[in-house]
């Protein structure tokens, strides 16, 4: 006997045939499915976005020297000076303390968001209230009661609320063409995930002001130092040069509110939902559904062959 005797193939036909033959068992399976995508397409709480786009600031410490630029640059780097890198570089570094963990560690605590983070399951509409999880956190008593294993508390760490933090609230993309950012904030309430968007632009931008007038206080302090040992007359304007750009970068950062990013579309409370998508849910039940019945009919036909 031949080997295609022994194993015969099943063709596309015989499929059809077969699926056709069993047409319950795929009713049945793609209803079991179908309503089991349902349940868990209306169990799943309304998910609200607010979005704002923020412009990086273009001011650049260079442009105030003028023609000065080139003179200054030899003295600044012998005082081990910057006089400030490409707009690109800035924008970055800035882009990079807004993801940063030891800022958004420090957000979420100066907020108390810790609860809205981690316990809190759905919002609702009408009563404008948050739903907790009991076994997370007794509303009650204000206490964290989640069961977890060493090293872990009850109560969530700093670490456990920037992860949870980064990968289900906050969205952030950047266009590569127009350099604009978009910053998105995800949450059950869509009041909270405004104020949550607006306190984070105005927490990165007084965070980056504050490094500022620390850096250019730092820099003055070692300019006058440096002043008063040397007697040299041009290296002295130099420096009374360096010092008033650091003085202008001060100004700069104590008037500007928005100093790092500003604000081209502020953010809204969303009156849409952002997810979930509970008709692709159901689709995709459905699909599940068809897709075992047909393998469990493939595999039955195959055995009896």
Known sequence: MSVEQQNPELSFGDLVNQ???N????????IFTTLAGLYVAISKPDVYMSEVLLSPNSDDKSSSLGGLTSELSGISTL???SLGGSKVDQTLLNLEVLKSRHFLTNFIEENDLAVKIMAVTSWDMHKKTLSYDEKLYNQDSGQWVREVSPPRQPKPSAQELYEAFTEDNLVITSNTETGLLTVAIKHYSPYIAQQILTGLVDGINKELRERALKEADLSIQYLESAMKNTDVSQSIRILYELIETQQNEKMLASVKDDYAFKIIDPAIVPEKKYGPSRALIIVLAMMLGLFLSVTIITIKFSRSL
């Open 19 to 21: 699926v056709w033959k």
């Open 79 to 81: 005082v081990g000076l």
């Open 23 to 30: 047409k319950g068992l795929v009713i049945v399976v793609c």
